[in-house]
């Protein structure tokens, strides 16, 4: 990371600080009904002098959307389905709350005078044009769809250079390096260790992986999560992701990031400076503090919890992630490496991989052979506009359906 860069983010932080104590954060969940955004949901219940839901964003759910309305009283919900829509505003035309659907009706919404900070609790790609609209409005981040900084990091970083938003982490590995490195001089920076649980099928043979189901690969051993980014913590996709999250998160260079396998979830990421000393934060395999931490912007609010008794965790064991049975995990450097459009390639081709195995089309190891066949087939481009992840994004999703048909 380089020091201009984390000195704007102490003097922004300065700022919000200061801007809390006077008036109440509005925040836009965008993905309220998900894992992340109802635990978002609960800080704001828990903090109602400090935070405002002013927009409630789900995909489908309209039954709990309904629900969230009628007790946060948002300005807006907001429905990206629309054939959900009428089912929506019969259900809040007494309330007053303005409702709306669609992916316009989203994009717009980021971009509210009234809103302070957008969560960005969707999954997949379909956070990336929300977020853009949301920097480009100036709004500040808290960022769980890591898919955004995956697909489009480089271009997000431009943006951001132009924005007065801040962007904060939720993901617990990037909330724990982000709060190891408040007060460190970023040139001292040795390495980013990222921690991954290993996921259910850690001590598995690779025999064993080839005929695991969905149903086992749901069964997380440590975190409740969506169901995407729990299949991508079983192929460790989701520890490649976090290192090309990193990358245009803290501005590193790829060399310096590595990820170890920490089975017990307790201590959430490491940073080793160039002494050798190693800072570390610890807690519960729990996403309700790192959300509290972005949504106080990097300040530390009670999160409601129960705190961590460390004699309940004896052993905290490390070891390396096992890359012959886990190949995913080095698609993170090989598309570090390659750069322009690869990883928003591997991004597309796991969404639509992921949905076949969650419905039982495809095996297990077919997910990381059809990012693969992706990556072979689809045209790599080295500076990639905005349109181009979309026309890529586009035509890598329709290719790795095609993979898909021929294997049903
Ligand atoms: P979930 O699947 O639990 O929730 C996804 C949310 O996004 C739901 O509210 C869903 O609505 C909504 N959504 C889906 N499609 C759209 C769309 N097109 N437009 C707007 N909203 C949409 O996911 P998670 O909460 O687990 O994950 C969210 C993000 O956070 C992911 O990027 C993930 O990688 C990241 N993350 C999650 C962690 C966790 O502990 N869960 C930890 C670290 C990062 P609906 O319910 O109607 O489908
Ligand atoms: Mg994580």
Redo the contacts with the bound molecule.
């Keep these: 990371m380089n020091k201009e860069f984390t000195l704007i983010l102490h003097f922004k932080s300065i700022i919000d600080s200061n801007h809390i104590v006077n008036q109440i954060k509005q925040i836009a969940v965008?993905?309220?009904?998900?894992?992340?955004?109802t635990q978002t949901l609960d800080i704001i219940a828990r903090n109602p002098e400090r935070y405002r839901a002013s927009v409630l964003?789900?995909?489908?759910?309209v039954e709990?959307?309904i629900e969230q309305s009628l007790r946060f009283k948002p300005d807006y919900a907001i429905i990206?389905d629309e054939s959900k829509y009428l089912q929506l505003k019969e259900a809040l035309q007494p309330t007053g709350i303005k409702t709306a659907s669609g992916?316009k009706a989203?994009i717009d919404a980021m971009t509210l005078p009234q809103i302070d900070t957008v969560v960005t609790?969707?999954?997949?790609y379909?956070?990336l044009e929300p977020s853009i609209s949301a920097i480009k409005a100036g709004k500040d981040i808290a960022l769980?769809?890591?898919?955004t900084l995956v697909v489009a990091g480089e271009l997000i970083n431009g943006l951001l250079a132009k924005s007065a938003s801040k962007v904060i982490p939720?993901?617990?590995e990037h909330s724990a390096i982000y709060q190891c490195l408040v007060g460190e001089d970023p040139d001292t920076i040795n390495r980013l260790i990222i921690t991954a649980s290993g996921g259910p099928f850690r001590t598995f043979s690779a025999e064993q992986l080839a005929h695991v189901t969905a149903k086992d690969a749901l069964r997380h051993p440590n975190?409740?999560?969506?169901?995407?980014?729990t299949i991508?913590s079983a192929t460790m996709l989701?520890k490649a992701f976090e290192i090309i999250e990193a990358r245009w998160l803290f501005n590193i260079a790829p060399e310096k990031i590595e990820a170890v396998v920490h089975p017990q979830s307790i201590v959430h990421s490491m940073v080793e400076f160039t002494d050798g000393a190693i800072k570390a934060q610890l807690g519960l395999p729990d996403?309700h503090l790192p959300i509290s931490y972005a949504l106080g912007n990097a300040t530390r609010i009670p999160t409601g919890e129960p705190a961590m008794s460390l004699t309940d965790y004896a052993s905290l064991t490390f070891e390396k992630p096992d890359e012959n049975k886990f190949p995913c995990i080095t698609l993170a450097q090989y598309a570090l490496k390659r750069g322009g459009n690869a990883a928003c390639i591997i991004n597309a081709a796991n969404e639509i991989a992921v949905d076949a195995f969650l419905h039982d089309r495809i095996g297990f190891l077919d997910i990381h052979r059809i990012i693969c066949q992706s990556l072979d087939k689809i045209e790599f481009i080295s500076t990639p506009s905005y349109e181009d992840y979309v026309n890529t994004n586009t035509a890598t999703r329709q290719y790795a359906m095609s993979l898909i048909n021929k294997i049903n």
Aim: no cysteine; hydrophobic share 40%.
């Design positions: 965008l993905g309220s009904t998900g894992s992340i955004g964003v789900a995909g489908s759910n709990q959307l990206a992916s989203i609790a969707t999954v997949g379909s956070g769980a769809n890591k898919e939720v993901d617990s975190w409740d999560m969506g169901a995407k980014i991508d989701n996403m």
